[in-house]
């Protein structure tokens, strides 16, 4: 995979704030990575979170998975907020029409945690590790494990890299320093216990995230009402 400048983008930053910006996207010579892309950023919106690559100045690191990110942002004073957000699609069976609904949920971080991940990611130096196509030995190909990517952006630059399935690359040593690095991210953010509290309130009937699916457990009766109101959701939204 290679990295290119994306020349149209940074001549509009120089027209609009009279300053350069490179920005560095993967892009994958079969060309799915920018669909990749593109279909990202319409889910990024769908969720209710900012596009990046729309930023005009100040620190953003964005670490996302299949079904959670992390987001840390630097204030107009210098200081630093964080942010968790979870989200799953609502899945239906294959003889309904889908809904196409996303439920979400967002959590600030404390003040400790946003320090600790920034930390992390100084010291890691994970912003140097290239993106997957570009290491030796990732496959690309498979069809299960979660993947992640990392989205960082600051006054003068914008990049994203993606790591696909990390945890199924088998003793790949880069695969097991992205993983790594992922779980502790999680882990200094709270994310296990802030995701029981998201299955919770989920609201839908069937839900998933990546290749998980979970169904929760209902009487026939309460089958009944989460069926009819998906339907109203269907005809409210002319799905049917």
Known sequence: ??????????????FVYGQTKTYYIPVSPKGDTAQWYKSRNAF????????????????????MSDKMCVDIWQQDNGTFSGSVTNWTNELVDSREKPTNRTFTMRWPMCMDSVKRVMNLLTTSKILMLPTDDSIPGWKTRMFDGYSYDIEYVTKDSYSIKKYFAPLWQGQLIESIYV??????????????????????????????????????????????????????????????
């Open 1 to 14: 995979m290679r990295l290119i400048l994306a020349v149209i983008f940074l001549l509009l930053v120089q």
């Open 44 to 63: 990024i919106e769908k969720i209710g979170l900012k596009r990046l690559d729309t930023i005009s100045d100040g620190i953003h690191l964005r670490l």
């Open 179 to 240: 993983q790594t690095f992922f779980d502790s991210v999680f882990t200094l953010s709270n994310s296990e216990k802030l995701l029981k509290e998201f299955e919770k309130d989920v609201p839908f009937e069937i839900h998933g995230y990546g290749a998980i699916s979970a169904v929760k457990p209902l009487t026939k009766k309460q089958r009944k009402k989460y069926y009819k109101e998906r339907e109203h959701y269907r005809n409210e939204h002319s799905l049917d």
